[in-house]
């Protein structure tokens, strides 16, 4: 183990050459819902819009949509996507604000005047003849160009280049069966730019294969970046990383350089739950049971299965790589937040509600109605960080297209991860990590491949805690390969960690503790590092092997957002039925190593 002091200049993790170019850390959200989207209106948000999203965002006060109370995010962000649902965009929040166009329709009269009545239930309303001509008009061009023209001002507004980011984005809501196939997509487009295309749908197509298509024709037609982000791969019942295509048909080389040019990156966490592991998928992971959600999005319970995680399909591209020499699974990984208040909330002692119809403690610990996403069963998170060259559309786009992204659960913990063969254990603790981390490697997200003779990879690593949250409690590095007999493998290496404990004989790293007091609910900072640094060698490797390595960092137990909520209602912890504390954490994009092919 090599643990750094806290002698090390935070400073050295923030900046440093790569490429002749500096690299800073910016945070960010990239999936957000506001009053425009039908789901988030449906649920109580009436008012918070894509510009209140992007004023909180900033660090202004703003009044919260259902607790009308004003409310001020406590660190701001750097960067926001604005992802409404692209499927009847604006239908409720712009009738309730008398756009001419919708008003001038029989349904839309109907609809202002059902809103007047009870803005929740305004579409049940509707008569038949009604609803189907709605249906008609609001996916027709005409009404999608007058409600995207907004959705795009208002990003265009709030863009600050170089203090804060915003970007043209919004959410493909595709669930067949009710099986999860969402992705949120976004692009670096100017505004004049962005209006000149609509987002693509549920209603132009449900296959993945054809939004694909479709960013690849808006990409050249229009000389834009445009991304695809899927998320919630926990609620996809089988589908989202699976071993074929749309048509069933087994993998080609094509379909996958098509996903992953287009698909880069994934979402890892947020507020429907953890995509990362699935403990029954990897029962010798002791961390694996970590805001697990066990549901589909309408509820129905879902097994486990390998097309639903993240560490799964990593190890199924290196499958499907073995025989295509492509892998579609060379994602990135970033959490977001998936908040439907318009508001970007993701600590635990903080937590406004994935809905604004939970904000209220009494809501959460009662319903008034049955809901399908209890709001203690929903994780308080997460959030990306991106090692861009400036805080800039074009910079953080081109950092999301060469995975240099991290996920976190909240806390803005700091993570450099670098990957070479010349590292040494001093480097650990240089002045400068990522100036060396740049010169004797390549950062998170990247390739490496033909090892030199007698030489492991070796990975420069260094984590500094969220000051405004728990101390770390230990680095891991998670590494999976196709063995030699083409199946696939996984290890979890605890590589650093905090205090003097040391492994048992199984190797099994003992618990860091915990100072966390349930009655109040507190923590303490007494246990645990600041930071964490290390050189790490893979003790196993195999030249001829592929393989993948991404670093996991945990913090010290905290309290959960359902403690503060028991606390604050006097009542005891275990009517949340969630547990009392949680243990934050961040997970990098990986590093893969590739065997130099045989001549």
Known sequence: MKLATCGLILGMLFASSANAQETRLYWGDTHLHTSNSTDAYSTGNFVADPDTAFRFAKGQPVIHPSLKTRVRIVRPLDFLVVSDHAEQLGLQSETMKGNPLLLGTSWGKAMKAAIDQNPATAQRGLSPADRQQMTQDMASPAFRENIWAKQVDAAQRHNEPGKFTTFVGWEWTVHPGGKNLHRVVFTSADGATAKKFLPFNANDSQRPEDLWQWLQKTSQQFNIDLLAIPHNANLSGGLMFDMVDSDGRPMTAEYARTRIRWEPVIEVTQVKGTSEVHPELSPNDEFAEFEIRRKL?????????????????????????????????????????????GLSSVEENDFLGKLASDSLPQNRYRPPTPVIFPAWEMSAGGIAGVWA??????????????KEVYATTGPRIALRVFGGFSFTAADATARDIAAVGYRKGISMGGDLSNAPRGKAPSFLIHAVKDPLSGNLDRVQVVKGWLDNAGKTQERIYDVVWSGNRKPDG??????????????????????????????????????????????????????????????ALGIDV????????IQERVYSSPIWYTPTPVR
């Open 297 to 341: 999005l309408a509820g129905a319970a879902t097994p486990s299965n390998k097309s639903d995680y993240a560490r799964s399909a990593l190890l199924r591209g290196l499958e499907i790589e073995e025989k295509t020499s492509v892998n579609p699974y060379k994602f990135g990984m970033i959490g977001a937040s998936d908040s439907h208040t």
């Open 574 to 581: 275990s009517e949340t039925r969630q547990p009392a504390t």
């Open 506 to 567: 199984k190797g099994k790293l003992p618990a860091v503790g915990s100072t966390v007091d349930i009655k109040t609910p507190t923590y303490t900072n007494t246990i645990g590092s600041t930071q964490l640094a290390t050189v790490w060698t893979d003790p196993d490797f195999n030249p001829t092997q592929r393989a993948f390595y991404y670093v996991r960092v945990l913090e010290i137990p905290t309290p959960r957002h359902s403690a503060y909520d028991a606390v």
């Open 389 to 402: 060259t400036a805080n800039t559309r074009e910079a953080i786009m081109a950092a999301f297209k060469r």
